[in-house]
């Protein structure tokens, strides 16, 4: 027996036609993404690379959201050319939908969309110049806790 919710996110439709996706990890809340790794899976550092204009920052930051808010799931985020609090706008316009935030104007329904990112287990580090040593260290300390 299996709880409907689960069978609902294990299907996607492709060409009209459902295909069962089997999810083994984290959902990156992108079906083609997902359809191609599986979600993310535990234990695997996975690295997003790209040429400065592509994007890049705006995916990781989209998969980061949806991963966090989505499925409660702790996300380290290490920017070495963006502030934590450049990354932490860009967060709170996806999650909006828009493209200027004026907090003096929020309605209820943004106010708990905002309140939900900030409950979320995201954890921005903006040092620049860090060594893979420090990022890992980060990244265990940030584990333990």
Do not use: W
Request: glycine share 6%; net charge neutral; charged share 25%.
């Amino acid at each position: 027996m299996q709880p409907i919710g689960k069978l609902i996110s294990n299907l996607q439709t492709e060409n009209g036609t459902k295909v069962e996706i089997n999810l083994t990890g984290t959902p990156s809340g992108l079906k083609n993404i997902d359809k191609q790794t599986y979600g993310f899976q535990n234990g695997t550092l996975t690295i997003l690379a790209g040429r400065p204009g592509m994007g890049t920052t705006t995916l990781a930051l989209n998969i980061t959201r949806y991963a966090s808010t989505k499925h409660n799931k702790r996300i380290a985020v290490f920017s070495l050319d963006q502030t934590a609090e450049q990354l932490t706008k860009d967060i709170l316009k996806a999650e909006l939908e828009a493209s200027f935030i004026d907090y003096d104007k929020l309605d209820n329904y943004q106010e708990a969309k905002i309140k939900k990112v900030a409950q979320a287990a995201i954890y921005i580090d903006d040092t620049q110049c860090i060594s893979i040593f420090e990022l890992m260290e980060r990244a265990y300390l940030l584990k333990s806790q």
